[in-house]
């Protein structure tokens, strides 16, 4: 539903945020028959052209299949049993499913949010989007309610619970006092040029590639699209990196043997990320509960940002079922705790992994072997590999 012309009073949770944690939530309180209202600020059809990560989880897998949202993924998506890394001109596979039994599965964050919108709709869940001037009220007492501006015209529902789901730049985390939030950032020093182009994979599977000159990613979305990126300047604009300097920047970061697989092609997409990693506590104020971005953000690296969501989502969807129907109130009461445990977790490896891979400014000489003795460690030792496996396959839910 697309206008607030059936909009209800009053419904058990506010979700804050369209985007897949969001619909997620509605998806899985749907399904434990909780009623709920999705306030998006965009419209849906920006929201379903954002292009975004594409590896999940395997605990993400089995949340979207249990969401029973699941089954496009499962015909479209490529399982990945591995990940390659590339430095000092070599090329080592690391064994997800030798190492931990399981692997991930590429299937881009766009179709995730096709798939939940069509799940919810035929949920009759209530989706308002270009909903402006969204305010949660009253989290300090014991009416909270949110309001929001659409066409013009103010609205408000009433509320057990709200549910911020509106990433990291929304209204959710702002609503909590600064005497009370805490935060925790590290921004880095540079920024990844990403680009897709309808040209064949480099590889079967991902490559985190570590060089002189800078990281650089090759991925793909399927067996005709690539998704490849570079390590740049934090001061670099997309009209810097006209395809005929991204194709050659990134096959100088690769070795021989993997360079030679190359394909290249026009660029149909490109965008830049900064990257910082970012985590605000608690994750509840009052009736209020954070998820998603709202309450943490990870650099790219390692890819746990959709994944991170999902995880807070199937904790909470959980809890809030529990509390609306009178069973108990512990998940609610646990979920910051339990959430950010997992969170630090993934933040930590994220950490790793860009401190790992990445060329930073000012580093010299002895910065560049400690790396290079690191990647070489992880190559040899079966003990490091499955630590590596074990955090980028998914800590247990």
């Given amino acids: 539903m697309n206008a607030p012309s059936g909009l209800p009073a009053r419904v058990p949770v506010v979700i804050i945020g369209g985007g897949p944690a969001g619909l997620l939530l509605a998806r899985l309180l749907a399904l434990g028959d909780v009623e709920s209202v999705v306030l998006e600020r965009q419209s849906r059809e920006h929201v379903m052209a954002r292009v975004r990560a594409g590896v999940l989880e395997w605990g993400?897998?089995?949340?979207?299949?249990?969401?029973?949202?699941?089954?496009?993924?499962?015909?479209?998506?490529?399982?990945?049993?591995?990940?390659?890394?590339?430095?000092?001109?070599?090329?080592?596979?690391?064994?997800?499913?030798?190492?931990?039994?399981?692997?991930?599965?590429?299937?881009?964050?766009?179709?995730?949010?096709?798939?939940?919108?069509?799940?919810?709709?035929?949920?009759?869940?209530?989706?308002?989007?270009?909903?402006?001037?969204?305010?949660?009220?009253?989290?300090?007492?014991?009416?909270?309610?949110?309001?929001?501006?659409?066409?013009?015209?103010?609205?408000?529902?009433?509320?057990?619970?709200?549910?911020?789901?509106?990433?990291?730049?929304?209204?959710?985390?702002?609503?909590?006092?600064?005497?009370?939030?805490?935060?925790?950032?590290?921004?880095?020093?540079?920024?990844?040029?990403?680009?897709?182009?309808?040209?064949?994979?480099?590889?079967?599977?991902?490559?985190?590639?570590?060089?002189?000159?800078?990281?650089?990613?090759?991925?793909?979305?399927?067996a005709m699209l690539s998704r490849y990126y570079v390590q740049c300047d934090i001061d670099d604009q997309v009209d810097d990196w006209p395809d005929d300097r991204f194709w050659p920047e990134l096959r100088s970061r690769l070795p021989g043997e993997v360079a030679g697989r190359l394909v290249t092609g026009p660029s149909v997409e490109k965008s830049l990320t900064p990257l910082r990693s970012f985590v605000a506590e608690p994750l509840r104020y009052g009736p209020l509960y954070l998820a998603g971005d709202a309450g943490h953000v990870v650099p790219p690296t390692g890819a746990k940002g959709l994944n991170l969501a999902a995880s807070d989502v199937c904790y909470l969807a959980g809890a809030l079922a529990d509390a609306v129907h009178g069973r108990s109130l512990t998940g609610l009461d646990e979920y910051s705790d339990r959430a950010l445990a997992r969170v630090w977790k993934a933040v930590r490896f994220s950490w790793w992994l860009t401190m790992l891979m990445h060329h930073f400014p000012g580093s010299g000489e002895f910065d560049r072997r400690i790396q290079e003795a690191e990647l070489d460690y992880l190559a040899g030792s079966e003990a490091a590999q499955r630590s590596f496996a074990e955090n980028y396959t998914g800590l247990p839910l």
Avoid: N
């Fill in 60 to 222: 993400t897998v089995e949340t979207l299949r249990a969401a029973r949202v699941g089954d496009r993924m499962d015909r479209e998506g490529v399982v990945h049993d591995g990940v390659g890394l590339s430095f000092s001109g070599r090329h080592v596979r690391i064994d997800f499913k030798g190492l931990t039994g399981k692997g991930v599965m590429v299937y881009g964050q766009t179709q995730v949010t096709k798939d939940l919108y069509v799940a919810v709709d035929k949920a009759d869940v209530t989706v308002v989007d270009c909903a402006a001037d969204v305010v949660p009220h009253d989290l300090t007492g014991t009416t909270p309610y949110v309001t929001f501006v659409r066409e013009g015209v103010s609205r408000r529902v009433d509320c057990q619970y709200v549910a911020g789901c509106d990433g990291a730049h929304g209204v959710s985390r702002t609503a909590i006092p600064s005497s009370v939030l805490r935060t925790y950032e590290r921004v880095y020093p540079f920024g990844w040029l990403g680009i897709l182009s309808e040209t064949p994979p480099i590889d079967k599977e991902l490559i985190y590639a570590h060089s002189d000159r800078g990281f650089a990613l090759c991925s793909m979305r399927h």
